[in-house]
């Protein structure tokens, strides 16, 4: 009962506890400021991404994608920016430090001071590479089967035409 009380109070929680669950979720949090740089983000985004702390920290987001993903970027979250409503599940498409192809899903929302002035962004990104493979993956095959497919019905055609 007593470890119900502790989870059920967020105040008795520390922030290190807090910060190991983020990091084991395998999610990162991460905040930015009104330009686009990196002001804060858990330990998890140092992994997805492949870069140490200080090559991250204070860097723009802009400098981890490319133009076309700079300008999806960009328009999403400056629609949050005049909006003052998050999103989710955009879909950002990147390389990590060692040059591989990683696919990260991102949430955002408006932070604002407590009288009200907007401030940067806080939101989580999730590492969705493996799921994105496996769509590929699955797509290609589906496509392999198709053109086999078709290639049989070619060929029982041709050898039917021959018969007839």
Not at 14 to 25: A, P, T
Not at 30 to 40: A, F, I, K, Q, W
Not at 80 to 95: A, C, K, P, Q
Not at 101 to 119: D, F, Q, Y
Request: aromatic share 8%; proline share 1%; glycine share 8%.
């Amino acid at each position: 009962m007593g470890d119900d009380k502790r989870v059920a109070n967020p105040e008795n929680t520390s922030d290190g506890e807090l910060r190991d669950l983020i990091d084991d979720s395998g999610d990162c949090v991460y905040e930015m400021d009104n330009h686009g740089n990196l002001t804060g983000f858990s330990n998890s985004l140092t992994k997805v991404l492949g870069y140490p702390v200080h090559e991250i920290l204070h860097k723009n987001i802009g400098t981890f994608m490319d133009t076309r993903q700079s300008r999806k970027f960009h328009e999403a979250f400056n629609k949050v920016w005049i909006t003052h409503r998050g999103f989710s599940n955009l879909i950002w498409e990147t390389r990590d430090k060692a040059g591989n192809r990683k696919a990260i899903e991102l949430s955002a929302h408006l932070v604002k001071n407590h009288e009200g002035k907007k401030l940067g962004f806080r939101g989580i990104a999730r590492d969705v590479t493996e799921r994105f493979e496996t769509i590929h993956d699955l797509k290609e095959a589906q496509r392999r089967y198709e053109r086999e497919f078709e290639a049989k019905r070619k060929a029982r055609r041709r050898t039917r035409n021959l018969f007839d």
